[in-house]
């Protein structure tokens, strides 16, 4: 069983950066691929990044690439999405994944809670 929970959320002018955060519980984390996923009002739920726990690869949504970078910290079961050069359209519910599927959106094992960003222009 693992847990996730989100912080780092907020409002942020166009161009403005971010960091999300995602404290999960679980003797298992180090064993999960990590994901993060988000969710604008009245979209479908959307990949943005993800990270595999074996090889540390990394892998990112075609609107997000170049401008976002996860990490993680396995000593501090931590996932880490740093946004940089932010948009309006990056305005959503931002979600932390754990998985063991390759890739991570054949599906997600568990879910936090979300953390909300908003974009101002």
């Known amino acids: 069983q693992v847990q996730l929970v989100e912080s780092g959320g907020g409002s942020v002018q166009a161009g403005g950066s971010l960091r999300l955060s995602c404290a999960a519980s679980g003797r298992t984390f180090n064993s999960y691929n990590m994901a993060w996923f988000r969710q604008a009002p009245g979209k479908e739920r959307e990949f943005v990044a993800s990270?595999?726990?074996?090889?540390?690869?990394?892998d990112y949504g075609d609107s997000v690439k170049d401008r976002f970078t996860i990490s993680r910290d396995n000593a501090k079961n931590a996932v880490y999405l740093q946004m940089s050069s932010l948009k309006p359209e990056d305005t959503a519910v931002y979600y932390c994944?754990?998985?063991?599927?390759?890739?991570?959106?054949?599906?997600?094992?568990?879910w936090g809670k979300g953390t909300l960003v908003t974009v101002s222009s």
């Open positions: 994944a754990a998985t063991h599927y390759y890739p991570v959106t054949r599906g997600i094992d568990y």
């Open positions: 990270m595999y726990w074996d090889s540390g690869a990394t």
